[in-house]
């Protein structure tokens, strides 16, 4: 033990969700199989991750690269994608590997089907995060996509609308976006697609927070659910730190005999917690 024999906890509710574990699962059964596969875009928000599997031949592409791609299989991750995409794969003779998230696929569907209602679509997200450019797509790219409900402001909007989240959003903006749309006037089909294993984490996290001295926050800086739950975090414990590798902690951040709790986003691996909870316990 180090001088300052911190006690480490790792928050076991975090980690992977099931959509990204079975899109890693898939990726590693072919990798051992064939000793490389194409993957559209970053399998997982996680730069860590990413680095262990293209190690293991994982070769991470993008869509200008899909459309001169031919005859091979490419793995379309879990925050799915959008229907050009499938024409493409069609077109060049491309096998997709399908991991996209059953969570996301089913949202794709209902916003697909409002769309053909010719609904006035509205998606709470992530300007051009990777599950919401797959929505988007099942409209034609018409749905308005905003992060803030201040950019609807100079929107012209008809009276009836309905609104979709994408589905790592926090629940708590998603509902007080709902009300202040209700509140100027409109018709309002609002529909909560927040994936309950990530508002679960929203609920369970306050607890684990509040339970230790520090908290340590492992995420990629790419990952729009993991900006939700730091953001958690914080609230509940002000001394919370972001860190997306063992080599941001800092001695110094801590104070001998701490509690730290390591808690992480569903795009943080398993094993950088583990990794982090082993520095922290040389300090």
């Known amino acids: ?166 589905t790592t959003k926090s629940m708590e903006k998603f509902y007080s976006v709902k009300d202040q749309l209700i509140a100027r006037g409109y018709e309002l089909d609002a529909n909560d697609t927040i994936c309950r294993q990530v508002s679960n984490r929203d609920k369970d996290l306050p607890e684990f927070a509040r339970r230790f001295n520090k908290i340590v926050f492992v995420s990629g800086v790419k990952s729009s659910n993991g900006k939700v739950l730091f953001e958690v975090c914080r609230k509940h414990n002000p001394n919370t730190f972001f860190v997306s590798s063992v080599s941001e902690l800092k001695p110094d951040m801590f104070a001998a005999g701490d509690t730290v709790g390591i808690a992480g986003a569903t795009s943080t691996p398993m094993w950088l917690m583990e990794q982090v909870k082993a520095e922290l316990e040389k300090y």
């Open 1 to 166: 033990m180090g001088a300052q024999n911190l006690q480490v906890t790792i928050d076991r509710d975090s980690g992977f969700c099931f959509g990204v574990v079975y899109a890693i699962d898939m990726a590693e059964e072919i990798l051992d199989e064939d000793g490389y596969l194409y993957c559209l875009g970053d399998i997982v928000h996680n730069d860590e991750e990413v680095e262990r599997l293209k190690a293991k031949g994982l070769r991470i592409i993008g869509h200008e690269q899909l459309l001169n791609l031919k005859n091979e299989k490419v793995l379309i991750r879990a925050h799915g994608e959008a229907p050009e995409t499938y024409k493409v794969a069609l077109e060049n003779n491309i096998t997709l590997i399908d991991a996209s998230c059953p969570v996301v696929l089913k949202l794709q569907n209902r916003i697909k089907s409002s769309y053909d209602q010719n609904r006035k679509i509205l998606i709470f997200g992530k300007h051009g995060h990777a599950e919401v450019i797959g929505l988007q797509g099942q409209t034609n790219n018409e749905a308005i996509v905003f992060q803030d409900i201040a950019e609807l402001e100079n929107v012209e909007l008809p009276q009836q609308i309905t609104l979709y989240s994408q």
